[in-house]
């Protein structure tokens, strides 16, 4: 099942959850991409943003490739 495009973005934030429908991925983007152009924070192409890390989302930039992280759903 593909999800429509909603909120789509071209530019997101430290901390955003994105789903980029071209490659049915599920994004979590803590700082520049490849296709960042300065310190923008830019993804390959408009992804779907439906939510934010609560918390310091650049401590992802620690976790190497092998590693499992776990995404909890903030209440409040």
Do not use: H
Request: proline share 5%; hydrophobic share 45%.
């Amino acid at each position: 099942m593909i999800a429509p495009e909603e909120n789509q973005k071209e530019l997101v934030e430290i901390g955003d959850l994105g789903y980029w429908l071209p490659q049915n991925a599920f994004c979590i983007f803590f700082g520049p991409t490849l296709a960042s152009k300065g310190d923008e924070i830019r993804p390959a192409s408009a992804v779907n943003v439906f939510g934010r890390i609560v918390g310091d989302a650049t401590v992802l930039k620690q976790v190497s490739e092998v590693e499992r992280i776990a995404i909890d759903r903030a209440d409040g």
